[in-house]
């Protein structure tokens, strides 16, 4: 059946088929509605006056005339028929009120004027009144009609708390009311002030009655109207909120609560900050600019998850020229056009240039270091997915070791100032042949670095662990299973990570950087590592929903235990030695790791590259064990 059917429209709602009519079809049945109005409320008021049904005659017809002639243009200079009666709320009644007030004092001017026989002067207090009433009504009973709200409680309808009795929740709740799928029962806040009083209606309670609150209405979800709470007070309410078993959701931040009217579709979930359960680090303005500003800069990786986050935060510094690189067609078109339309919006100077490039392909990252001299260039492109890596070890001997090698070889021949590699956690006695990989390419620029000269390319890394939301995070992984009703699989009960935000690292790395003299392995500090199994069940519990297991066998989603991937380790570490340095930095240590001179290295990466030419896996894994601190081939079996 067609989208245009008539059969189907005949089946649709009137509402729904009146929300469809052209605009000027609407606005035109409103105009008519209002000279209605106006006539029934001139009637009215005459019945009124003269305590009898009316039916006027002579000169008594010239107020019905009148009446619509005035109040349209007024109406029309007041925008009353450009509003969307559906979102309409008090400034359009405070509009519809300001636009009778003068349609008053001009009828009732006229009239004084006028004295025209058989119309009383009180005709021009009288009719405004009932035509505010019944223009104030129609507003009303439309809107309601138009947005579909039906008065009672509807199936599957959420019955939702506010926490949050500020201005966000005060806004929030009067967008709610054009929807049938919310029932608000209302607010919770902890300021005594607004406690047992009310807000358009709906009472406020105390953070401390919420267990009885949510049990008593049969709350099924919270939503956090606190834009502007510190990181602190919001973990510290989630947690609160994580054993009632409520569907739990936010707004929008400040800057987007300033663009414009908030919606329903404005609620979302949880970000991966709230998950992690713990403040940002803050970064120091200082190193964050440093080497950014009025610099070129060059980042590999671009259209990658920690790149375009890099590249976000460099283009914020005020580069003169910010080059993309990526091999991905797609994703550095889609960065690209993401930064054009923020760097507009910022009104920033800046030059961006995405180039598409393979870092294997060593011709190629020569022309563009020589053509566009970069000052510094972040080294992030990398293949990262462990088990897609292990069973593809060539492509990843060649991309993440031998793509290290050619940019930092490419950037050294250019006089490229600063050469930084983001690195990871897996490369610390690693398991599996991502993180040999990237230890490897760590021991090429600490071989660089040793033998640089003075005032030559600075090489230095940066290590950190797991980035929540980052592709191949398990956080859009737990929530798609979640939302197709589980299970959540978890590959091990005890399996612990360290993990960080895509801001924070990507700000961290950008001051490390900053304090590089050449040769550095700094290394992020991750705050406590977490279970795997508890942000799953953070993320099930937050989501109204409870874990089924043995204890509760009545729960909504279950955990698979699915078993280490290939490669894959309990534990991750973030040290190789057990001797870093603080640095001015109190989240950024300095590592102090042995590595090999570049006269016993170039062999062996030689040896891997002929092993690589040939598909000779075994051989891979023999060079890596042999050059690699705690790496074994037997890792893989």
């Known amino acids: 059946m067609s989208i245009h059917d008539p059969q189907l429209e005949l089946t649709m709602p009137l509402n729904k088929r009146v929300l469809d009519w052209p605009r000027a079809v609407k606005r035109s049945v409103v105009v008519g509605g209002d000279i209605a109005l106006a006539l029934i ?10 305590d009898t049904l009316h039916w006027p005659s002579g000169a008594q017809w010239w107020p019905y005339l009148l009446t619509p002639v ?23 009644l405070a509009a519809t009120t300001q636009a009778v007030v003068l349609y008053a004092v001009l009828l009732f001017a006229i009239l004084q004027w006028q004295k025209w026989p058989l119309v009383p002067r009180s005709l021009g207090i009288l009719q405004p009144i009932v035509f505010l009433l019944l223009v104030g009504i129609s507003r009303a009973g439309a809107r309601f009609w138009l947005a579909g709200i039906h008065f009672g409680r509807l199936p599957n309808q959420s019955r939702m708390l506010i926490y949050g009795a500020g201005t966000a929740g005060a806004e929030t709740s009067s967008a709610m009311a054009v929807t049938g799928q919310l029932k608000l029962l209302g607010f919770v806040d902890d300021d005594p002030s607004k406690i047992g009083r009310t807000i358009h209606g709906m009472p406020v309670f105390a953070p401390s009655d919420l267990p009885v609150v949510v049990k008593k209405l049969a709350v099924t979800d919270i939503l956090l109207a606190m834009p502007s709470a510190t990181r602190d007070r919001r973990n510290k309410i989630i947690q609160s909120l994580q054993a009632l078993h409520v569907h739990t959701r936010t707004l929008p931040d400040l800057t987007d609560l300033a663009s414009g009217r908030i919606t329903v579709k404005d609620f979302r979930e949880l970000d991966i900050a709230d998950l992690l359960g713990r403040e940002a680090v803050k970064p120091d303005a200082a190193l964050l600019s440093c080497k950014l500003a009025d610099c070129t800069v ?3 990786g671009a259209g990658g998850s920690i790149g375009s986050e890099l590249c976000r935060q460099i283009l914020r510094e005020k580069p003169r020229r910010l080059v993309l690189l990526d091999h991905s067609e797609y994703g550095l078109y889609a960065l690209h056009r993401e930064l054009e339309a923020a760097s507009e919006a910022q009104s920033l100077a800046v030059e961006l240039v995405p180039l598409l490039a393979s870092v294997t392909n060593r011709r190629r990252l020569d022309w563009i270091c020589s053509t566009y001299r970069p000052d510094t260039v972040y080294h992030a492109a990398a293949y990262k997915h462990v088990p897609m890596v292990e069973r593809n070890p060539s492509e990843c001997i060649f991309n993440n070791l031998f793509g290290t090698l050619n940019m930092a070889q490419a950037a050294a021949g250019a006089g490229v100032n600063s050469f930084v590699l983001v690195s990871t956690d897996k490369a610390v006695r690693p398991t599996n042949l991502m993180g040999a990989s990237k230890r490897m390419a760590e021991l090429v620029l600490q071989s660089l670095a040793s033998q640089a000269k003075p005032g030559t390319t600075c090489f230095s890394m940066v290590r950190f662990g797991n980035v929540l939301g980052s592709s ?3 956080v859009p992984l737990f929530r798609e299973q979640l939302a197709h009703g589980g299970p959540l699989t978890v590959t091990h009960p ?10 924070e690292a990507a700000q961290l790395v950008l001051q490390a950087a900053a304090m590089a003299c050449g040769g550095e392995v700094f290394v992020l500090e991750m705050g406590q590592p977490v279970k795997i199994i508890d942000l799953a069940q953070r993320i099930v519990e937050l989501s109204g929903l409870k874990v089924r297991g043995p204890q509760r066998p009545d729960g909504d989603i279950e955990f698979t235990f699915i078993g280490l991937r290939p490669g894959e380790k309990l534990y991750e570490e973030l040290l190789i030695g057990n001797n870093p340095t603080r640095t001015a930095h109190p989240r950024i240590m300095k590592a102090h790791e042995d590595f090999m001179p570049w006269p016993e290295l170039q062999p062996q990466l030689q040896f891997l590259h002929d092993a690589a030419g040939r598909e000779d896996e075994a051989a891979i894994r023999r060079v890596l064990s042999a050059c690699v601190q705690g790496f074994h081939e037997q890792a893989h079996d």
Do not use: H, N
């Open 298 to 300: 060059l980042v590999t």
């Open 472 to 474: 191949g995070s398990v």
């Open 494 to 503: 005890e399996v612990t990570r360290y993990f960080m935000t895509i801001p």
């Open 70 to 92: 005035l109040a349209v243009p007024i109406f029309v200079r007041f925008g009353l028929y450009r509003a969307i009666f559906r979102y309409s709320g008090l400034d359009a």
């Open 41 to 50: 409320a001139t009637w009215v008021a005459y019945s009124i006056r003269f």
